[in-house]
């Protein structure tokens, strides 16, 4: 067994003895792997001003927002909350950036009241920031940029029929808007999908914004947004990210020429820099034969986990107290009242009732999209950082579930 793909250990802290500490199903995070994720996204693109906005909705624990912020990234926000959470991190306005999808008019004046970059992706958005606020308050604008990319249909969302940002298409209409409310536009972005390989595609985005920024005279940053791909198994392929790093800075620095004043690159990752910093524990409850199959009961399911229901998405698992056992293929399923089959046709060693499974990448999308189907408690989060492991959010308890419940005599 490989024990850098499978690890016993994170900075020192055997996950094992967070499993005897911490009751499962446990969300655990590497926080060197998140910074040294922020650091090699810095380097790739060291000949540019570049500013990471990481995107907190793949992990929006503070104390992860916090050490995001010491690695000196800033963060996009797609809910007012996220916006706060950020806020109590200790981000100052200025280092958020807000791009909300058909929210309220009211939560977009709470985001320009707090002092954040809000980024506009409707024109009739536009008309009413306009309105209210004119030159007053800069924002950016969201470019629909018709670009088909992404990891699945789902997370595929720069593409023509997308409900996200505003076509590339309209972009007259978009001017004739600025224009006339004379809205000060500080910054244009795409964002194309999620799980997205291709260099290329990262070009051809930031290519569509070069265009349309002649437009616009008074711009302080670029935005080419996130969905940079990490490797779910061994031998997948991932976003090498000193290729976008090379490619999309060397358009950006000439597309700064022609543009005549000084821009910044601004990056939207969350995968990226946290999926495979995530592992997910979780104990056996049973191991059941049946004609065809082997099947693992995990004492969790979909509800903390849901991205293999949702996406098909692989991820790897292992064995953490039988790491040397005869290899047996399973069937890894939840509890819950649904197919949850969390990992399919997977060889492990050996389970048995009682072993504890992780699951890899687990970091992004993980516990932020976990909810109380079947009303289950949500886990515990524990980042793991300077070789001490630190509870970072504690498991929910029964109150949890009963607390915002209005019982009425009947
Ligand atoms: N910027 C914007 C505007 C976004 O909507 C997203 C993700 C990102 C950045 C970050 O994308 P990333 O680097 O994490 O791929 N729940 C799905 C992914 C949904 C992504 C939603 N937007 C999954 O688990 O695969």
């Not at 446990?26 to 996204?41: F, P, R, S, T």
């Amino acid at each position: 067994m490989n024990s850098n793909q499978h690890p016993q250990d994170i900075q020192g802290v055997s996950l094992l003895s967070l499993a005897d500490q911490y009751e499962l199903p446990l969300y655990v995070y590497d926080g060197e792997k998140i910074v040294n994720q922020i650091h090699a996204m810095q380097e790739a693109f060291a000949s540019v001003p570049l500013k990471i906005k990481y995107a907190t909705k793949a992990l929006p624990n503070i104390s992860v927002l916090k050490l995001v912020r010491n690695a000196g990234a800033g963060i996009d926000a797609v809910s007012i909350e996220e916006v706060r959470l950020g806020m109590l991190a200790g981000y100052e306005a200025s280092e958020i950036m807000y791009t909300p999808s058909g929210v309220s008019w009211k939560e977009i004046e709470e985001a320009v009241d707090l002092g954040v970059m809000v980024n506009l992706d409707s024109i009739p958005l536009i008309r009413e920031f306009g309105e209210k606020y004119g030159n007053r308050v800069p924002a950016c604008i969201r470019i629909n940029p018709h670009i088909m990319a992404g990891g699945n249909s789902k997370i595929s969302v720069g593409h023509k029929h997308s409900k996200f940002g505003i076509s590339i298409e309209q972009i007259d209409q978009i001017v004739q808007t600025v224009e006339k409310y004379q809205l000060s536009i500080a910054g244009l972005h795409v964002h194309t999908g999620s799980d997205i390989l291709d260099a290329e595609v990262f070009l051809r985005g930031a290519k569509v914004l070069f265009d349309a920024a002649k437009h616009f005279k008074e711009l302080k940053f670029i935005d080419c947004g996130g969905g940079f791909k990490v490797a779910y198994k061994a031998g997948d392929p991932f976003t090498d990210i000193q290729e976008v790093g090379r490619i999309v800075s060397k358009a950006f620095l000439e597309f700064c020429e022609d543009y005549g004043r000084p821009l910044e690159l601004w990056l939207e990752p969350g995968k990226f820099l946290v999926s495979e910093s995530g592992y997910f524990l979780a104990k056996t409850n049973l191991v059941k034969e049946t004609p065809t199959v082997t099947f693992v009961g995990v004492d969790s399911g979909l509800n903390h986990l849901i991205r293999p229901m949702m996406y098909d998405a692989y991820h790897d698992v292992y064995n953490l107290s039988n790491p040397n056992g005869p290899e047996r293929t399973y069937h890894i399923v939840g509890y819950i009242c649904e197919t949850d089959t969390l990992a399919a046709d997977r060889k492990l060693s050996e389970v048995r009732a009682g072993d504890v499974l992780v699951l890899k990448n687990a970091g992004a999308y993980g516990f932020s999209m976990a909810s109380n189907y079947n009303s289950r408690l949500r886990p515990a989060e524990v980042l793991i950082w300077k070789g001490q492991a630190h509870l970072i959010r504690k498991r929910e308890e029964f109150e949890d579930l009963v607390r915002h419940q209005v019982q009425i005599e009947l």
